[in-house]
């Protein structure tokens, strides 16, 4: 038949069918379980490579359902708070505790590099602390005030820290953070990780003042920040996972709009056999192509992470069964941004993680004179031990609204004929 | 180090990395444009592989904006009007002409299997016709009534025609569309293709009453209807694209609710010499394994899809150079529904096709007694020609409202502890 002939062979590249002697069969009406022997497309072949024969069957396949929390103070979106980077949440008897990255800047709002001072943040997490609170259903919270405050000058995190992520060692926790020395956006975003640690979630924490994952060597893609530090537990050890933002400087060096428009967002991790480190960077870094303020959670014998923006693989669900090597499990639609997970396995040196039901993610408000983020919870179904249908669906209809809100730029309108003539979102 | 050892083969399953003889070396700052030959991650190995260094440089990835369009009657969102389903834009002259379904049931809005009647509609796309407008930007339209007229019964499509796509062969128009003989949704959603044909896309229109595209045989994965047909120019021939639902029925042949949650929509393709068929099905069908009311443009050599909703690979663009094995050329967020592409290489039998900037979806308001769907424009960059860095940002930051519109089900909000005791998406 022409169709098959033409796929198979007739000039142009080798096609992975070509490989394949089996005759031709018509795929069934019911999918098979396992790759059939005949011939199939290459995109029925990726089906049976990456993922399971339907999204249903794909354990790391899941919508994300978006909730309201309460108990925070955002003084009325006004810009001078922000609660933001929440961190993996922990269990202690009946009670879930999470860090966040707490601004309160009575002074003012977020004002930029040339707008900031002492008491006024340059960005939403400059002159930051890091904040914690309690909750007994992960929908009703209650703030509990400051965990870490930022120490004095100059000490490694003075200006602010943030992105607080926790982990239980022992029978002793460990916050990690953002410790910057200068204002955010004065000269770029960089800063390396430092740490805190307490007896117990409710403190006191003691800061240990001293970097401890240091920015990489000159030249190296993570040199000159270490962001979102992440610690999950496996094989014994701790990987401190880390985000870095490289490939964004011209020729000479310089950091230009139009350098800056190949900017990258990746993850590498670092190996420790204890909380203080040393972390030892792996050879095979960035280990995650994508991503930014990605989330980890331990699965099977591996660990999974939720990407969902920046990168060739942004969307995605991805897993490495050794921490190193990740691949796409499955695509998301609208997926939680910054979220810290409630991962009871993250520190349990399992062999066999179960996955996530929810977390808490944030939604950055940001706009001239009251920039600041918010917190909410999803929830979803990447988990071993839960089959909800109603997470597992993936015709996912969005609202003409959702549409709306992403709308061209006010440079597209003016050049794009006939753009800039119909004003009115509204339908009705 | 320990972190290499560990990735490049202790223990478990062996690695990519483990082919690979070369010495470690750090990823430097700036990406390397070709794939190192040094150990590289399974992540970085993907991003070469698959797609380009940075998604910016990758022509085929872009977001999506989306803007109101002016010109169609919803009869205020009654459910009584509908306008869904968009065909590729065509431009003649200074003119842009696009068909569509139409429905007009003053009668009423559609009611269901059980509602219908010889007036009222059971679905969205049920008792309509297939209708055009005309613009002169894409953004501002003036609907010019129905351009082909379902047939008297016993014709096939006496009960509905629907979800037009255009064909330019030669001098002369043709339009495909799903013809159905029964209300959708009595028995399945079942229907084949049939067509018609001008010498203008001002008509008149004659119909070919007849299929055009016949369903599969039993049990054959197409065996029960050929949806959204869409025919691109391609070496010489017309290939036309069409979507089948199946994995639907349990081992008795019945369709549950549990066997339905595995309902695959997938695309097959067929080609033929001249408009009127016979089209010869692709023994490698299915040959995109996942898309509901994909959209397909001709691209370099060959076609690219564009998947939103359904399968393990929804939200995707995909490209194949010989129209029959498609691979994942990028990863989008929110992607256009059901839309119709303005390629003006679509005909023309191009080895080089150059892409599209924009179209017309649609978003469906399915509710009880107003169930209608409405169209609007979206642009993008999916071209050789443009490079609009507005188009090409991978940071998308969705708004607070987004989220919530994606929340809990009612039966979610019962069963997660908490869930119900939050009511209020409005932050302050």
Redesign the interface.
């Known amino acids: 038949?022409?169709?098959?002939v033409?796929?198979v062979g007739c000039g142009?590249?080798p096609?992975?069918?070509a490989a394949q002697s089996a005759e031709?069969?018509?795929?069934?009406?019911?999918?098979p379980d396992e790759k059939p022997s005949y011939?199939?497309?290459?995109?029925?072949e990726?089906?049976y490579d990456?993922?399971?024969p339907?999204?249903?069957?794909?354990e790391l396949?899941s919508?994300?359902?978006?909730?309201?929390?309460?108990g925070f103070d955002?003084s009325?979106?006004d810009g001078r708070q922000s609660r933001r980077d929440p961190s993996r949440i922990v269990k202690v008897g009946d009670t879930y505790y999470m860090w966040y990255t707490l601004r309160v800047t009575p002074a003012g709002a977020p004002a930029g590099a040339k707008g900031c001072s002492e008491d006024i943040p340059s960005v939403d997490w400059d002159l930051a602390d890091i904040g914690y609170a309690t909750s007994?259903?992960?929908?009703?919270w209650t703030e509990q005030g400051v965990a870490v405050h930022r120490p004095e000058a100059p000490t490694v995190g003075f200006r602010s820290i943030s992105t607080p992520e926790i982990l239980v060692w022992g029978d002793k926790y460990y916050l990690y953070y953002q410790a910057f020395e200068i204002a955010s956006g004065t000269v770029g975003d960089n800063c390396p990780v430092a740490m805190a640690e307490a007896d117990s979630p409710d403190g006191p924490w003691k800061r240990v003042d001293k970097v401890i994952l240091p920015t990489?060597?000159e030249?190296?893609?993570d040199?000159f920040n270490i962001h979102d530090p992440l610690p999950v537990v496996m094989?014994g050890k701790i990987y401190m996972y880390y985000k870095a933002d490289?490939?964004y400087?011209d020729e000479s060096g310089t950091k230009t709009k139009e350098s800056d428009?190949?900017h990258?967002r990746s993850m590498g991790?670092?190996?420790g056999d204890n909380p203080y480190g040393p972390f030892?960077?792996?050879?095979?870094?960035?280990?995650?192509?994508?991503g930014?303020e990605t989330q980890l959670f331990r699965f099977k014998?591996g660990v999974a992470a939720i990407l969902t923006?920046?990168?060739?693989?942004?969307?995605?669900v991805?897993y490495?069964?050794?921490?190193?090597?990740?691949?796409?499990a499955?695509?998301?639609?609208?997926m939680p941004?910054a979220s810290g997970l409630y991962d009871p396995d993250a520190f349990t040196n399992t062999k066999d993680g179960r996955g996530i039901t929810?977390g808490i993610c944030h939604?950055?408000?940001?706009s001239s004179g009251s920039t600041h983020s918010?917190m909410?919870r999803?929830?979803c179904d990447l988990s071993q031990d839960v089959d909800?249908?109603?997470m597992?669906i993936?015709?996912?209809?969005?609202?003409?609204?959702?549409?709306?809100?992403?709308?061209?730029?006010a440079?597209?309108k003016s050049t794009?004929?006939?753009?800039g003539?119909?004003k009115?979102?509204?339908?009705?």
Chains 1, 2 share one sequence.
């Open positions: 038949m022409a169709c098959a033409a796929a142009g590249a096609q992975e069918q031709a069969q018509v795929f069934p009406f019911s999918i011939p199939i497309s290459s995109s029925m990726a089906t990456r993922y399971a339907t999204p249903q069957q794909n396949y919508v994300f359902r978006f909730s309201p929390i309460t955002y009325n979106g007994k259903d992960g929908f009703n990489g060597g030249g190296d893609w040199q094989n490289w490939n400087l428009r190949y990258i991790v670092a190996v030892v960077k792996s050879e095979l870094n960035p280990v995650l192509s994508s930014h014998e923006r920046d990168g060739n693989e942004h969307y995605t991805q490495s069964p050794d921490g190193f090597n990740f691949k796409q499955s695509i998301g639609g609208l941004d929810w939604v950055n408000k940001y918010v909410f999803f929830d909800d249908p109603e597992k993936n015709h996912v209809r969005p609202k003409y609204e959702d549409f709306m809100n992403q709308g061209l730029t440079k597209q794009i004929p006939g753009a003539s119909v009115d979102a509204k339908l009705y």
